[in-house]
């Protein structure tokens, strides 16, 4: 049952392999593995007796056909040498020389001949790119599959006898660059980048929202600095402005604390804030382009990376300002005690952070 | 190491080398192979299909999309091979009849792309002047060629005693080698007339190779007579491969610039006491 399940699986392959293949089918299998990039492991699996028959060309062996699989394995230990001119495995361009073991097992039911397992071992040599392979014992043709941490499926190739094969990449290709999943990872670095990443951009936003508790407000002051982050953010990516993280970093530590110092004395929204807004954004834009090179950005989708970034950075302040306004403006703002409860408290907090940041960050 | 070991090693390594590194040929004989070609009645006997060249030969498992025909032809009649569709060896035959056993593999066409100079030197090393002889008339010679390529394979074994009557039987094969006489029963150093026939027809011309597996890098060659014949002297002792090979124009619907038929022919014969010992029994 085990043999005809066998039969079977071989069946499947041919019948698979029909439209490619040029040539007849053999029974040789090669199966390499490529350990972590260092070492290697090729077991070739082959009819015992017609490879000593062919290797045996002084005929010392007069019918290998009929010899046991014992004395088999001893004649193909014996013709280590030969075997070897006819193997080729190679690293770039460099010939290596493994070790070679040579095993042979009886045939897996009466009428089967027995088996040979030659396995080849060793060291892959660093920093090696590419491997080949050639195979010149048989005068069929063989499936080459080779296995190894790049490829999550073995690659199988056909290959007739003295055929080498296509190189294999041993290094994992770039995965390809996709529009979309470059999107959709850009928008989430960007949300994240405020939400948790960027406390500094939170308070700020609060800072904006606290003003006041009417729409208008929030609405005007948020307008503006979207436009002048977007600005700054495209500017410095493009590199058409450059300044310094150093200056950057305390003055957006500064704008906080000025937005928060205002919101103490001032309850109605002025023109000259939503200017002031315009400029501390153009701040903020610098610092999310600082944020943006750190995380490198792909060169085939620049813009998209660019403008999903900044979709995401824009989400992320949306959703503070409204969990801050599912969490105390929707039930207080309209109440008297607000002002003075909830506003200049938190703009007292949000002022002494950002001033000890400006000075942390001198 | 003594130098006199040295120096045989290094000699027998140059004749490995000489042997092994011979340009190989840019296309394979195939044959079956019986485990035996001496069985006795009711004997099973396991077949290997084999692809390679001067006999050294890999066995090919069975590949149930490219048989066309692998049938058994013996005193009662044709019948079909036990296959062991993906396995190696590809089929069984019972030994049911006394006689001369003739057993066929027909295969369906496997295409193949040649590049210009490879296709050159395969049509030269199988005698096909005139499919050379087309592509030079029609400036084809430095091209590429696609070609589909059948094998009818034949082996011949026998079992027992019998009549000198019964010879090898003709399959109906596309190209087919058909042995004029019984190669078991002829008498030592005669010549063995083998016809080749293509679609039943005697084929004239064709280049017919026969080589021993004791010696197969020495070939007997001829080129068949008007009626498809050629005589050769087979020495006796070992398994003699006969081989011929014919190209016609594809067919249009195959997408291929030319067909070609693998004939070939194994059979053992046995050395002269074989024969004489069968020869008394008679």
Known sequence: MRVDLKLLTVCALLLSAATVRAHELGTTRVSVLLQGGKTYDIEIVTDAASLVEKLDTSRVEPSPADASPDRLQSLLTRFDETFRQRVTLAFDASDVHPAIAYAVSPGADAVSSPMATIRLTGQIPPGAGHFTWSYAWTFASYALTVRSAVAENPATQWLEGAQTSAPFALTAPAPPVNRLSTGWRYLALGFTHIVPGGLDHVLFVLGIYLLSGRARSVLWQVSAFTVAHSITLGLSMYGIVAVSPRIVEPLIALSIAYVAIENIFLSELKSWRVALVFCFGLLHGMGFAGALKELGLPRSEFVTALVTFNVGVEAGQLAVIGTAFMLVGWSCAHRAWYRSRIVVPASMLIACTAVYWTLQRL | ?282
């Open chain 2, 1 to 282: 190491m003594s130098l006199p070991s040295t120096l045989r090693r290094l000699a027998l390594l140059t004749v490995t080398a000489l042997v092994l590194w011979r340009v190989p040929l840019a296309a394979h004989d195939m044959w079956i192979e019986p485990a035996t070609f001496s069985p006795q009645l009711g004997q099973v006997v396991s077949l290997r299909l084999r692809v390679g060249q001067d006999l050294l030969g890999d066995p090919l498992r069975l590949d149930p999309s490219l048989v066309n025909q692998f049938v058994v032809k013996d005193a009662d009649g044709l019948r079909p091979v036990v296959r062991r569709d993906g396995g190696d060896p590809a089929g069984l035959v019972r030994v049911a009849a006394p006689g001369l056993v003739v057993i066929g593999y027909h295969s369906n066409p496997s295409a193949i792309e040649m590049a210009a100079d490879k296709f050159n030197q395969y049509l030269k090393e199988e005698g096909l002047d005139a499919v050379s002889a087309a592509r030079a008339s029609r400036n084809e010679s430095g091209k590429a060629a696609h070609e589909i390529f059948s094998r009818c394979a034949k082996s011949l074994v026998y079992s027992g005693s019998a009549t000198d009557a019964q010879g090898d039987r003709p399959l109906g094969f596309t190209l087919e080698l058909v042995a004029e006489g019984n190669p078991y029963t002829e008498r030592p150093n005669q010549d063995m007339p083998v016809r080749l026939t293509y679609e039943n027809r005697p084929l004239a011309g064709a280049l017919v190779v026969a080589m021993n597996r004791l010696n197969p890098a020495e070939k007997l060659s001829a080129r068949t007579d008007k009626d498809g014949r050629v005589r050769l002297k087979l020495r006796p002792g070992g398994m003699w491969l006969i081989k011929a090979v014919h190209m016609v124009p594809a067919p249009a619907a195959s997408h291929a610039d030319w067909a070609s038929y693998w004939a070939s022919l194994t059979f053992e014969m046995r050395n002269n006491s074989q024969v004489s010992s069968l020869n008394s029994q008679r």
